[in-house]
């Protein structure tokens, strides 16, 4: 199975929580995971930046396979370059956008919060 976690509050707790969801699914023995993609827009995209809380977190994932990208419209809103992010992640012309190509392509949604 195929999943798409969308995240775009710029929280604490909901940037940890959402990562915490990623790596249960990924933890989930019953749970047949192919590919995860966490893509975050507004606030969201606070947590992918390299001097984040939850910028360890993040690249423990990435090392798992997970797959993060960040809105590209919302990067620009907020004044956050590429190189702000954590190493490898992508991004996308918007995160909405993103999310619905996915969707489309097969893979299931979730949102958090």
Not at 9 to 20: M, N
Not at 24 to 35: H, M, Q, R
Not at 79 to 100: E, H, K, Q, R
């Amino acid at each position: 199975m195929d999943i798409v976690f969308h995240l775009s509050s710029s929280q604490s707790v909901d940037g940890a929580e959402a990562l915490a969801n990623v790596s249960n699914l990924l933890g989930d023995e019953t749970a047949d995971v192919d590919s995860v993609v966490l893509i975050a827009n507004g606030g969201g995209v606070q947590h992918l930046r390299s001097d984040s809380d939850v910028a360890d977190r993040v690249r423990v994932l990435m090392e798992h396979g997970v797959e993060f990208k960040a809105c590209r419209n919302a990067m620009n809103a907020q004044n956050i370059s590429s190189g702000d992010l954590v190493d490898g992640i992508g991004t996308v012309p918007s995160g909405i956008g993103g999310v619905a190509n996915l969707e489309s392509d097969g893979y299931s949604y979730i949102k958090i919060p």
